[in-house]
């Protein structure tokens, strides 16, 4: 089955829409460059998440009212060297009707060269390019990529420049930064001013210093910092665990958007949720059998978009968390190896909820 099959045929059943999402405003060029109106009438992103944020997962997030999604961070030098394994990471699937790319490195020809490449590749689907200055694993930033570019804020914008050169006024491009380096010195509002100096058009900010990785909880009051010292809109992320933290973060710091990252996880509904709440509406409630739903319709997902599917490991444990005899749903899944194997975890997740009820 296409992909567009697969959310057309289990969508329903998970509470999902059954198509691709519309587009508040894509009709002509200056609609694309122009993120404000585009976070006004959706301010709810999906994140870019290494080793998760793939087609499917960007799928479900559309389909649960995500109003952009973005791909998991993608090396230059990948696109440069790597062939095409490196594209399947931007390619976007039929569902999806623009994506954000995001793109990480150290060196300025290089970005020029993808940023141009990826806008060629994706045309009227690429929504946006995105620069990973976030990053705080150390194979990266040893490299003096991701947050590590947070020390050297002139090589950051150079890195800016080159990518608005390869795009050539097609599309955005947006950074997105941490507080700072290490605990205590946050450069956050200076370095994103920097960054609006050399033409980024929104800086997206995480809460945590870089040496915190996940660890401890991120600042909102440094997004509230950030959205104070630029013009461009200012995307928060970090602790956003649910639909209602969400909006409080967007209420509380003053930005334009708010990115979801973990709180997704086995959740597609919040962006829709916290898109209720935000218009006073009460968000609805989903229960385990649509939890279900959810993931047969996400693990189809990913063999219709010929991902690998010992990701779908990671969903049963997201999508089955609170059911049941959970441990031993998690304790099958790790062992599944098929399509039809992932389908008989949901099966069995639903004889135990018959059992209990």
């Not at 059954?18 to 301010?43: Q, Y």
């Not at 791909?71 to 394994?85: D, N, Q, R």
């Not at 994706?122 to 990529?145: F, Q, S, Y």
Request: charged share 25%; aromatic share 6%.
């Amino acid at each position: 089955m296409t992909p567009s099959q697969v959310l057309a045929e289990w969508g329903p059943a998970a509470g999902l829409a059954a198509g691709p999402a519309v587009l508040p405003a894509k009709s002509t060029h200056g609609d694309r460059l122009d993120l404000k109106s585009r976070f006004r009438v959706n301010p709810f992103l999906m994140a870019p998440m290494a080793g998760v944020s793939d087609a499917a997962y960007r799928t479900m997030a559309r389909a649960g009212g995500a109003g952009l999604a973005y791909t998991e961070m993608v090396s230059c030098a990948g696109l440069h060297y790597g062939g095409e394994k490196t594209w399947e990471l931007v390619e976007p699937a039929e569902t999806e009707p623009d994506i954000a790319v995001q793109l990480f490195g150290s060196k300025p020809e290089l970005f020029r060269e993808a940023a141009a490449s990826v806008c060629e590749r994706l045309g009227d689907r690429l929504a946006l390019i995105d620069i990973n200055m976030a990053c705080p694993v150390p194979k990266v930033t040893k490299k003096g990529e991701g947050s590590a570019l947070l020390d050297s804020p002139e090589l950051a914008a150079s890195l800016v420049r080159s990518c608005i050169e390869g795009v050539d006024g097609r599309v955005p491009v947006t950074v997105k930064i941490r507080r700072g380096r290490r605990m205590g010195e946050e450069v956050a509002p200076d370095f994103a001013r920097a960054m609006e100096a050399a033409g980024a058009s929104a800086i997206a900010v995480h809460g945590r210093f870089a040496n915190q990785l996940y660890h401890g909880e991120a600042d909102w009051g440094c997004v509230g910092r950030v959205a104070k010292a630029v013009g461009v809109p200012v995307i928060g992320s970090g602790d956003v665990s649910s639909a209602q933290a969400a909006v409080r973060m967007l209420a509380e710091t003053g930005a334009s958007a708010v990115m979801v990252a973990r709180g997704s996880y086995g959740n597609p509904w919040v962006f829709r949720d916290a898109m209720a709440l935000r218009l006073g509406e009460r968000p609805a409630i989903h229960g385990p059998r649509e939890k279900i739903a959810a993931f047969r319709c996400h693990v189809r997902l990913l063999a219709a978009t010929g991902a690998n599917l010992k990701r779908a490991r990671s969903l049963a444990g997201w999508y089955l968390r609170g059911m049941p005899e959970a441990a031993r749903l998690r304790g099958m899944a790790v062992t599944c190896l098929t399509l039809e194997d992932y389908l008989a975890v949901a099966d069995e997740a639903e004889r135990m909820l018959l059992d209990v009820q």
